[in-house]
């Protein structure tokens, strides 16, 4: 595709109307994609059944706009971007819930921490199912797991040991390397290993009433080496209603790609199926812009005339008022080669054709 072409179509990627932003940004921060992203959410949680395990996370999505809740994180590959909170499938990542993070939240409760605020919402259409959330140190917290284990909804997560709700003993014994140590309050298990010589790797759980202690280090990353953060690739974007869309698409093809191999079993990577969406609507494109007359070169609509095989259409210089950009398009009055600079989009005719009729 050529630059001004793509530059052209980026123009008129919008989702709201100009006049009412002003008003409906008050109300919703986020408003200028949150109709496209929610229901983007809806299709992905009626499109796949989650299986058992659920992972909660975080994203940042890089991007230069600039708006009150552009996020600044010094251990991502890209240090500005977006927040999203996400809520997969820890066998196949399959997304399945998810918002964007927009500052301090009114609806949360004053004596609800963050963490805990975001895994209940997240979590909410899949409280009273049996199911299993693992997560970071981040979210894990005793009151959580507390919280979840009333829903019928276990935790399993690292912890951080500066919290408040860890045993003091715990920053204080020194064991011997590859050691495992194992509290139990009620329902809840902390399990401590020692990984590294000044290392201490803390894991809280609900679904393991017994963790089996073994004499060899791979005991500890079988039986407590549970979260998964499955990384997104994806582009720096300049808007904010382009950043939400562009993350649309990036996950969607995540999504499309699970689903593509539950439904036909072939094994395939997730680069490939995206190479392959690409030609399949690469191609659709193509078929649809070559029906249309006006945007085919003279060539080959007199070799479809002649009832021959259309030969490849080549790209022609935009003849209005000197311009040197490569074009396929025409104008439908004198039939000049115009780009897409030069042509109004309403009449697809070239602005000096244009000028005349006015």
């Known amino acids: 595709m050529p630059r001004h072409q793509f530059r052209e179509i980026m123009k008129f990627i919008r989702f709201d109307l100009k006049d009412q932003r002003s008003a409906r940004l008050v109300k919703d921060k986020f408003d200028l994609v949150s109709e496209v992203w929610d229901s983007f959410?809806?299709?992905?949680?009626?499109?796949?059944?989650?299986?058992?395990?659920?992972?909660?996370?975080?994203?940042?999505?890089?991007?230069?706009a600039r708006c009150k809740f552009t996020q600044y994180m010094a251990n991502k590959p890209d240090k500005f971007g977006m927040k999203f909170w996400l809520a997969a499938d820890v066998g196949t990542k399959y997304l399945s819930n998810g918002f964007p993070?927009?500052?301090k939240d009114d609806n949360r409760p004053p004596n609800q921490s963050l963490s805990e605020h975001d895994v209940m919402k997240l979590m909410a259409p899949y409280l009273g199912k049996g199911r299993n959330v693992t997560m970071d140190n981040f979210f894990t917290s005793v009151s959580l797991a507390e919280k979840l284990e009333i829903q019928s909804t276990s935790l399993v997560g690292t912890v951080n040991r500066a919290q408040r709700e860890i045993p003091q003993p715990v920053n204080t014994i020194k064991a011997p390397?590859?050691?495992?140590?194992?509290?139990k309050n009620n329902k809840i298990t902390l399990t401590v290993y020692q990984g590294k010589k000044n290392k201490k790797v803390l894991t809280l759980s609900t679904l393991h009433p017994n963790i089996p202690i073994g004499n060899d280090q791979s005991i500890f990353q079988k039986q407590c080496h549970f979260i998964i953060q499955p990384s997104i690739e994806s582009i720096s974007i300049k808007t904010l209603a382009s950043t939400g869309f562009y993350n649309i698409l990036d996950l969607a093809g995540i999504n499309a790609w699970v689903l593509f191999k539950q439904i036909t079993g072939e094994r395939i990577?997730?680069?490939?199926?995206?190479?392959?969406?690409?030609?399949e609507l690469r191609t659709a494109s193509a078929q649809s812009r070559q029906s249309r007359p006006n945007m085919r070169c003279p060539s080959s609509q007199a070799t479809e005339q002649e009832s021959e095989p259309a030969a490849k259409c080549q790209?022609?210089?935009?003849?209005?008022?000197?311009?040197?950009?490569?074009?396929?398009?025409?104008?439908?009055?004198?039939?000049?080669s115009v780009c897409g600079k030069r042509v109004e989009k309403v009449l697809q005719c070239c602005s000096e054709c244009f000028v005349d009729d006015q």
């Open 41 to 64: 959410i809806e299709n992905c949680s009626l499109c796949y059944v989650l299986g058992a395990n659920i992972t909660v996370d975080e994203q940042l999505f890089p991007t230069n």
């Open 101 to 103: 993070y927009l500052g």
């Open 177 to 183: 390397l590859y050691d495992t140590v194992v509290m």
């Open 269 to 279: 990577s997730g680069r490939i199926f995206l190479q392959m969406i690409s030609v």
């Open 315 to 336: 790209h022609r210089q935009c003849q209005v008022r000197k311009c040197k950009n490569k074009t396929f398009d025409l104008c439908n009055k004198c039939h000049m």
